[in-house]
């Protein structure tokens, strides 16, 4: 069974650097056709897509975010990690990473279990 | 920011049947891609309901059913159960001048009457 879970600090404070890592298990980042994604959920809104990384290495990004936005994959550690940069408290919101399946574009077949994220000094 | 629009709510008695929009555009939905669907419980992450149109993975229960035709999808509730209360997602892509993304809908709130 594929899983993955968020980490990373739950309150950062305005124009700060977040970074989240996610580790996952039961699948290999290295495999053809695989990917990570990273979507977020303000407090009691809609879900929105931040980034996606690719088993070979091809990154995108939400055209909106995406001068703010680093994703990164750590193969041997089964792990992806993403920063956003000059936090703001609109930014505040539960950050979900998903593992991306499927062909084309695909979906997000198994998500992790999110993580509140807080932005306020 | 959602490019997906869907009714805020829509609510409906046990055993009744209950459909979410999902419209989109010539840039998205419209343009082939694939519509999916997450279901998102209460204090839960989502949950991938319907992938690619109209199917359901395994272990969803088949009084979910998902359809596309041009550029809007629906998603239908037949036989509305009481654990069936909670926010319901649509998901594609689009690609424009803008640029490309994953874009989501606005989210629709299920409520068992």
């Known amino acids: 069974q594929i899983t993955l879970k968020e980490s990373g600090p739950t309150l950062v404070k305005p124009t700060q650097t977040l970074t989240l890592t996610c580790t996952f298990s039961?699948?290999?980042?290295?495999?053809?056709?695989?990917?990570v994604g990273w979507i977020r959920q303000p407090p009691g809104k809609a879900l929105e897509w931040l980034a996606l990384?690719?088993?070979?290495?091809?990154?995108r990004y939400s055209p909106s975010l995406k001068s703010r936005l680093t994703i990164t994959k750590d193969t041997s550690k089964n792990q992806v990690v993403l920063t956003m940069t000059n936090m703001d408290p609109v930014d505040t919101a539960t950050y979900y990473c998903a593992h991306r399946g499927g062909s084309g574009p695909g979906r997000f077949d198994y998500w992790g279990q999110g993580m509140l994220v807080t932005v306020s000094s | 920011q959602s490019v997906l629009t869907q009714p805020p709510s829509v609510s409906g008695a046990p055993g009744q049947r209950v459909t979410i929009s999902c419209t989109g555009s010539s840039s998205n939905i419209g343009a082939g891609y694939d519509v999916h669907w997450y279901q998102q419980l209460p204090g839960t992450a989502p949950k991938l309901l319907i992938s690619v149109n109209s199917n359901r993975p395994s272990g969803v229960p088949d009084r979910f059913s998902g359809s596309k035709s041009g550029t809007s999808a629906s998603l239908a509730i037949t036989g509305l159960q009481a654990e069936d209360e909670a926010d319901y997602y649509c998901q594609s892509f689009d690609s424009s001048l803008r640029g490309s993304l994953y874009v989501f809908g606005t989210g629709t709130k299920v409520t068992v009457l």
């Open positions: 990384i690719y088993w070979n290495d091809d990154k």
């Open positions: 039961e699948f290999s980042l290295s495999t053809s056709g695989v990917g």
